[in-house]
């Protein structure tokens, strides 16, 4: 099994040539999902005493399993947040499998982290974050936001301890209803409570209600704010400024969640929609979801990164050769072991220079703007808000639940388009996440038609 022989040269021939297929599909096909009976009748037994052999097990792959998920590149894949990386990001994935490379500590990994700490540079200084901020790759925006708030109560019990206070420790976060369903999960996960704030009249968290609702619940009761820069299911970035202002008055931890949104940082556009957003003490954005990246990768990012270092540092004999380290990346996040996740990202980025990725962005914003403009057209569509970032949600008049979700399953089961309903207020609606710059005016105008 180890060792470079003939078939393994056979098989990497046949892997490379695979990827570049892939690659070169264009659009490639939407594909869906199989049932258990129906994935097991086609692919049966695979893992053998004697194995199938890695041409074989990589056609099986190609004709069977891949064709069995379906492509989130694809770009007429408008549902929850697509993810459309660079070729340069994916093809490099593929190098750092190769690479043996652990990037959990400096001592193992100096070359790739510090790498990645040139990609998570780029996106603090996008954010106005000072020199000192950093953090890491992890695999998503659900760990990033939990470890971010793992490091606010840690950081809220610090200070109460050093002030003496002998008040009931802090427990609860406060965060607007849209925030993403992953921020209830990590208060699960802590242990803490989740407090609401009513939304201003455009749906954010603003900085007045937060006042309000901290007043009236006792603000030495909170660790954290958390602000979202891009809303999951309207694309709504909260009002960042009133909110920051108001953690600073009560001395609260302010985490910024732009794991969809971020990427707008870097879109002169709509750069003025995150003002404010260069005081939080914590922020995540998902480069598998708006910046281009493959999954699985999470920015996060600390304003004081020695504050996340408490909480998740490691501390074992066998680990006493890992301190004093320049960056250790386990510092940062729940997690040891882990895969220079960035490093995709960061090769991308230094391939194509930040220009692309900002005309990247803005091209998608552009064909945004345009669905909106579509909708407005079409006497038979109604938009529920006007977008501030690349999602637009959207009713059908007339239509009731059952008549969206049979729509969203014929283009899917004809392979066309994979848009799924999503639901305000109690109303089924349609949705379109706009983050693949290969998605056109006319694939919207083909979607739109459907609807008639
Ligand atoms: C605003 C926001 N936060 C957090 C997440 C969770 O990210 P992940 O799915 O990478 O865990 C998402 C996912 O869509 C999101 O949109």
Not at 51 to 56: D, F, K, V, Y
Not at 189 to 196: G, N, R, T, Y
Not at 265 to 292: C, M, T, Y
Request: proline share 5%; glycine share 10%.
């Amino acid at each position: 099994m180890h060792g470079f022989n003939a078939d393994t040269e056979a098989l990497g021939e046949a892997i490379l040539r695979y990827v570049e297929g892939r690659m070169r599909l264009d659009p490639v096909p939407l594909d869906g999902p199989r049932t258990i009976e129906a994935l097991q009748g086609a692919v049966g037994a695979t893992i053998t005493a004697g194995g199938m052999g890695g041409l074989a097990t990589l056609r099986l792959f190609g004709k069977e399993i891949a064709t069995a998920c379906m492509s989130s590149d694809h770009p007429r894949y408008l549902s929850f947040i697509p993810c459309a990386p660079t070729e340069a990001a994916v093809m490099f994935d593929l190098v750092v499998a190769a690479s043996g490379i652990y990037a959990g500590s400096w001592l193992e990994g100096a070359g790739a982290v510090f790498a990645e700490n040139v990609a998570l540079r780029w996106i603090a200084d996008l954010a106005g974050l000072p020199p000192e901020a950093g953090g890491v790759f992890v695999p998503g925006g659900t760990i990033g936001n939990l470890s971010a708030l793992v490091a606010a109560r840690s950081a809220a019990r610090i200070r109460q301890t050093e002030s003496g206070s002998m008040a009931p420790r802090a427990t609860r976060v406060a965060v607007q209803q849209g925030a993403h369903s992953s921020i209830r999960s990590a208060c699960d996960v802590m242990d803490a409570d989740l407090v609401s704030v009513p939304g201003d009249e455009h749906q954010r968290l603003s900085g007045d209600h937060l006042r309000t609702v901290l007043e009236a619940e006792g603000p030495e009761t909170f660790f954290a704010v958390v602000a979202t820069a891009g809303t999951t299911n309207f694309g709504i970035v909260d009002d960042l400024a009133s909110v920051a202002q108001v953690c600073a008055e009560f001395g609260i931890w302010l985490h910024v969640d732009g794991a969809y949104g971020g990427a707008g940082l870097a879109a002169p556009s709509v750069r003025h929609l995150f003002d404010g957003i260069e005081q939080a003490d914590s922020f995540i954005v998902d480069p598998h979801k708006w910046l281009f990246a493959p999954y699985d990768c999470c920015a996060l990012l600390y304003r004081d990164p020695v504050a996340a270092r408490g909480p998740h540092t490691q501390k074992a004999s066998y680990l006493d050769v890992l301190t004093d380290a320049q960056w250790n990346p386990s510092d940062y996040s729940i997690g040891l072991t882990r895969r220079a996740r960035g490093l995709p990202l960061w090769f991308s980025l230094a391939t194509h220079g930040t220009d692309a990725y900002t005309e990247a962005i803005e091209r998608t914003l552009v064909v945004t703007r345009f669905a909106e403009a579509e909708i407005g057209r079409r006497p038979y569509l109604e938009a529920l808000r006007e977008a501030d970032l690349s999602v637009v949600v959207f009713r059908r008049r007339g239509w009731e639940a059952e008549d969206y979700h049979a729509w969203s399953a014929e283009m899917m089961r004809e392979e066309f388009a994979f848009v799924v309903p999503t639901s305000h207020e109690g109303e089924t609606v349609a949705r379109f996440a706009i983050v693949n710059p290969t998605t056109t005016e006319d694939d919207i105008v083909a979607i739109l038609d459907t609807m008639a």
